[in-house]
């Protein structure tokens, strides 16, 4: 064998290796997205109907789950397409550039899908109203009265209570202590 001919098979060689470093690669992401749609796939499960979050929201939020499915999908496949390459003609150069570039795009359609999935899931953690509102404050007197019930406007410089027997006005010199309590 000369030596030309041993350069030849060697340079023919490397295309195809790096094409099988590639696809190796791209199996390997193609592993990672697949968590991701599953990922996607409890998101969209794990709603719950009585959502606090505002009507909005929660369509916004739809709509990025779907659209993180759709981008999960097609990175998938695009990736897939990499990874299995079945029925691709070209296998010399012209085929690691191309192969590598859709490896590139797949990586990043799967880091979208990822991000507008969270995104989307955020919307399950809308804080929720609260159910124990205290409408309600005891006020005590630095003379030991004490007086309980919703407060009301009144004069500056003091605080009004509406209480069983009236609203009560303390002058804000005369207060001990305010607190605020769930029923009197």
């Known amino acids: 064998m000369e030596p030309s001919e041993a350069g030849a098979g060697q340079a023919a060689a490397a295309p195809t290796d790096r094409l099988e470093r590639l696809s190796s690669s791209a199996r390997g992401w193609h592993t990672i997205q697949v968590a991701v749609l599953g990922f996607i796939g409890i998101c969209g499960i794990l709603r719950t109907a ?26 998938i496949f695009t990736v897939g397409r990499v990874a299995y390459p079945v029925g691709d003609a070209d296998d010399g150069a012209g ?3 191309g192969a590598a570039a859709r490896l590139r795009a797949g990586i990043r359609l799967t880091i979208v899908a990822l991000i507008l999935a969270v995104i989307a899931a955020l919307s399950g953690w ?3 109203a609260s159910t124990t509102t205290t409408t309600a404050v005891a006020v005590t007197a630095s003379s030991g009265q004490a ?8 004069p500056a410089g003091a ?11 303390v002058p804000a010199q005369a207060i001990a202590q305010v607190r605020p309590v769930a029923q009197c």
Do not use: K, N
């Not at 605080?159 to 006005?169: A, E, F, L, P, Q």
């Open 159 to 169: 605080i009004s209570v509406r209480t069983v027997h009236g609203v009560i006005t």
């Open 95 to 97: 085929a690691v550039p």
């Open 147 to 154: 007086w309980c019930g919703p407060l009301v406007s009144g």
């Open 50 to 75: 009585s959502s606090p979050a505002p009507r909005a929201v929660q369509w916004l939020a739809a709509a990025l789950a779907v659209a993180a499915l759709a981008a999960a999908c097609v990175a």
């Open 126 to 128: 809308w804080p929720a």
